[in-house]
């Protein structure tokens, strides 16, 4: 198939999770948030906002909500996407109108939509220039002290950070789904092949055990399963209930 | 700023509502496909499908239901987006595990997370391939009789199609907010510039009157605003109660 230097970056990502000790300079990050928000925006509402962390004393504390990853505090830039429908809220009410339709799940999803966008195109960004990224879920972990940190209002959400920096290693590229299984024609397609799965619980296997030197011994399956039994970040729920976000 | 062919493409972005009449190869699809596959996965779950669709009638039913938008019917293809549980749901059952923790609001929006990562990098895939894009959020216009048409099982969520194919328009780029509004140092900053709002309704009022030939006078927080007096989608909330997504 023929490819391009953009399809090839796609193509060979893989997240960093050490980065040198290099910090970004002011023209990459603006570039970088300049790319991020370049990407496609549901009605225009532009209902995300980012927040650039280069206060040490902040990245301590997300890393310690963040199971303690140590590249969450020691990166070139940490940036934090949140689905903002607080920016529209106070143009609304400047313009006097009840702003009671931001909190709806149709808002919700389309915040989230947004902040995914741009942040995709900033992961993107960086691995054109070089650099490693990260997305930080875990930040969700304790999502009412992330929120106090960063001093979000109402309305806002912390989705996710994203690590950026200067690669210190290189590891391999994980095995995504085969085709067939993430891929479906037409119609939803209820069976994925047994074969199909079988043969990336192998190859998912293999990447492990390269990767561990042979100490580590699991298939993607057994990996889902395992994932189900704990329910976890319990706290979203009544997070969205406070912040106004996506009741009804 | 130093930028490269990768940025270029990112900063290059327009959505494309009208289409010429050529179909993409099953090369392009597969490329598409596994360029979307590449995007960072929350957890390594992979908590999402993507539905290409091709044939007309499907097509055209979908476009009944996103506003009879021409361009969700002919386009170059069409892919649908859908936040996905069921897979791993029925992985989880084969491990006889209690998939319960599935039915999370932490689960839905990771699915949400992983489909937007997929789909953000699948436009840029394209737009790198000289193709063209559009977002079409409206397929939730009617999103029980999307699911029925796409025949989607419990579990699975449909967020966005992406219609994509040869550009028959040539659009200007849309301006997006000032870079200090949607960007925050460390902490959120609740009172974004009222210059820096100002001078982008400016920007945006003179990017209507230019793609309208004066038509169409518009601001965009004047936008914004009208937005808000019109909550719908309503059906959307109780659709996920019904797929067992997100509840708790």
């Known amino acids: 198939m023929k490819t391009n230097p953009v399809i090839e970056t796609l193509l ?119 650099l490693g990224i990260c997305y930080i879920g875990s930040i969700q972990n304790d999502i009412n002290r992330t929120a106090e940190i960063l001093q979000l209002p109402d309305d806002v959400y912390p989705i996710f950070g994203l690590a950026v920096g200067y690669p210190d290693q290189e590891p391999e590229k994980k095995p995504r789904l085969p085709f067939d299984v993430i891929y479906h024609k037409n119609h939803y397609n209820p069976e994925p092949s047994e074969d199909a799965l079988k043969a990336y619980d192998e190859e998912v296997g293999k990447y492990y055990r390269t990767r561990t030197g042979g100490t580590r011994e699991e298939t993607w399956t057994g990996q889902i399963a395992q994932g189900l039994e704990n329910p976890y970040r319990k706290a979203l729920k009544p997070f969205l209930e406070k912040q106004h976000l996506g009741l009804r």
Chains 1, 2 share one sequence.
């Open 12 to 130: 060979n990502h893989r997240s960093i999770r050490k980065f040198k000790d290099q910090a970004l300079t002011e023209d990459q990050i603006e570039l970088l948030v300049k790319s991020a928000q370049a990407a496609s925006t549901s009605s225009f509402t532009q209902s995300y906002s980012i927040i650039g962390v280069d206060d040490p004393e902040i990245k301590k504390q997300l890393r310690t909500i963040a199971y303690n990853s140590s590249y969450v505090e020691h990166n070139g830039f940490f940036f934090v996407f949140v689905a903002d429908q607080y920016r529209n809220k106070k143009i609304g009410q400047k313009y006097n109108e009840d702003t009671s339709a931001l909190d709806t799940t149709q808002r919700l999803i389309v915040a989230l939509g947004d902040a995914s966008f741009a942040a995709q195109n900033m992961a993107v960004a960086a691995e054109s220039m070089g």
